[in-house]
């Protein structure tokens, strides 16, 4: 079974940072590329990252860009997200996911309050 295990939320304060990870089993995580979402109160969820299945390509929207940075570590099938300069308007709940295949994991909440 597809399983995907989010961690690394939590709360900070505007300008802080974040590393969230993403342990990936039940697949070839090498042979897939993967996504980060994230999904704010009252909101839907939204794409904001992507990186290619060997690392080599990445995209971004453009309201991370600069600020979050996605890797992966096949070795280890696990996906990352740093996030630095984080904002309020970041607060939403971050999910990972390859776009070949059908699951999701739980999530993991971010918080960013004075």
């Known amino acids: 079974q597809v399983q995907l295990v989010e961690s690394g939320g939590g709360s900070v304060q505007p300008g802080g940072s974040l590393r969230l990870s993403c342990e990936a089993s039940g697949f070839t995580f090498s042979e897939n590329d993967m996504n980060w979402y994230r999904q704010a109160p009252g909101k839907e969820r939204d794409f904001i990252a992507r990186i290619s299945d060997t690392g080599d390509s990445t995209v971004y929207i453009d309201s991370v860009k600069g600020r979050f940075t996605i890797s992966r570590d096949n070795a280890k099938a696990t996906l990352y997200l740093q996030m630095n300069n984080l904002k309020p308007e970041d607060t939403a709940r971050y999910y990972c996911?390859?776009?070949?295949?059908?699951?999701w994991g739980q999530g993991t909440q971010v918080t960013v309050s004075t």
């Open positions: 996911k390859a776009p070949a295949l059908v699951g």
